[in-house]
């Protein structure tokens, strides 16, 4: 693993900072004790995977997708979710073959289970 990779891994930022696609694991809920009990209501537990889907043109709210399920947060709520950004899938070629990251995969086997 490169150094990049590894800073990229330990980051620790709101999860508004990540980018349209990208997705990070729930790390800790800052702000004050209702807005955080309303957050861990809606499935904001530590270790959830959370991918920032995309945000409306004038940035608020924030569309998010979770445990099966999209949701939509003002800039400010999504700010005191705190993420550690998983790295993202990339594709590359190897000797004219496609190797493809894990996700990848699992879609591609669970595809062709429901031929």
Same mark, same amino acid.
């Given at each position: ?7 990229? +891994? ?8 990540? *980018? &349209? +696609?990208? *997705?990070?694991?729930?790390?800790? %809920?800052? #702000? /004050? ?7 861990? /209501?809606?499935? $904001?537990? *530590?270790?959830?995977?959370?991918? $920032?889907?995309?945000?409306? &043109?004038? +940035?608020? &709210?924030?569309? %998010?997708?979770?445990? #099966?399920?999209? %949701?939509?947060?003002?800039?400010? /709520? ?6 550690? &950004?998983?790295?993202? /899938? !990339?594709?590359?070629?190897?000797? +004219?073959?496609?190797? $493809? #990251?894990?996700?990848?995969?699992? =879609? !591609? ?5 429901? =031929?």
């Amino acid at each position: 693993m490169d150094n990049s990779a590894a800073a990229l +891994g330990s980051a620790m930022v709101p999860i508004c900072q990540l *980018k &349209p +696609g990208q *997705k990070g694991t729930v790390v800790r %809920l800052d #702000g /004050e004790s209702g807005l955080r009990q309303h957050l861990l /209501e809606m499935g $904001f537990t *530590k270790g959830t995977e959370v991918e $920032f889907v995309r945000q409306a &043109p004038l +940035g608020d &709210p924030v569309d %998010l997708r979770l445990r #099966g399920y999209r %949701l939509s947060l003002r800039r400010n /709520e999504a700010s005191v979710v705190i993420v550690r &950004p998983l790295p993202t /899938e !990339t594709i590359t070629r190897d000797e +004219g073959n496609t190797v $493809f #990251g894990p996700s990848s995969l699992s =879609r !591609t086997a669970h595809q062709g289970a429901n =031929r």
